[in-house]
C-alpha cells in the first residue's frame, strides 16, 4: 500500500492505535519471553510498544513508514523523559547494521504484506537481529471473520513456512490484536516467537 493510504490513516485515529501497548507484548515480557537488551519496534506506529519496553529497561529503536506516526512517538517519548530512537525507515529495507538487535518485536506488520514481500521482510528481520536473537510478532489468525476487511488473516502454518529458512519457532499461541474498532476489544490473532537460526 502506498504511504499516503497510511499518512490518511494517521489523520485520524488507525484502528490499530489503542492508546496503550498490546497486551500480548506485555505479557512477553512478563513472562520473560522478552529478555532485556535493544529491541527494534518495526511498523512501531505512534510508539506505545516501544514506550512500554523503554520503561522497562530495553534500549528501543522504533521505525515507521509513516512521518506523522513517527513525529507522535517522538513527542509521545519526549513527554515521558524517554530517549527512543524513532525514525521514519523501510520495513523492506533496513538501514542498519547486521546483528545489531537482540529482539524485533512486530505489531500488526507482517500480515499486510504479499507472499512474496513477506519473504524478503523476513530475511530484512533475520539479517539485523544477532544469532539466536528473537523475533515477535502478532498479526490476524485465520479464525478472525472477514467481513469487516482488514488484512489478510494468516494462518500458523504460513508463519511457519515463511519463518523456516532462517528462525526457529518457539510457538504460536492464539491471542488477541487490540483495536478500537472491535466491539470485544480486539480481534483474533497469533503472537509467534521464534529464533533466528
Request: charged fraction near 25%; glycine fraction near 10%.
Amino acid at each position: 500500500m502506498a504511504t499516503n493510504f497510511w499518512e490518511e490513516e494517521y489523520n485520524k485515529t488507525p484502528p490499530w492505535e489503542v492508546g496503550h501497548p498490546q497486551s500480548a507484548f506485555v505479557e512477553l515480557f512478563s513472562s520473560n519471553e522478552l529478555v532485556l537488551g535493544k529491541v527494534l519496534d518495526i511498523g512501531c506506529g505512534t510508539g506505545e510498544n516501544a514506550i512500554f519496553l523503554a520503561q522497562n529497561g530495553f534500549s528501543v529503536v522504533g521505525i515507521d513508514l509513516v512521518p506523522s506516526a513517527i513525529e507522535k512517538a517522538k513527542q509521545k517519548a519526549k513527554g515521558l523523559g524517554l530517549e527512543i530512537d524513532f525514525s521514519v525507515g523501510d520495513a523492506l529495507h533496513l538501514r542498519f547494521h547486521p546483528d545489531e538487535f537482540d529482539s524485533v518485536i512486530d505489531s500488526g506488520l507482517f500480515h499486510i504484506f504479499d507472499d512474496k514481500r513477506r519473504l524478503a521482510y523476513i530475511d530484512q528481520i533475520a539479517k539485523v537481529l544477532r544469532p539466536e536473537g528473537g523475533y515477535f510478532m502478532l498479526c490476524f489468525s485465520e479464525k478472525e471473520p472477514t467481513d469487516w476487511g482488514g488484512p489478510r488473516r494468516v494462518s500458523k502454518e504460513e508463519i511457519e513456512e515463511v519463518l523456516a529458512p532462517n528462525f526457529e519457532v518457539n510457538f504460536i499461541h492464539d491471542s488477541i490484536l487490540e483495536s478500537n474498532i472491535h466491539e470485544a476489544g480486539g480481534g483474533l490473532a497469533y503472537i509467534s516467537s521464534a529464533r533466528r537460526k
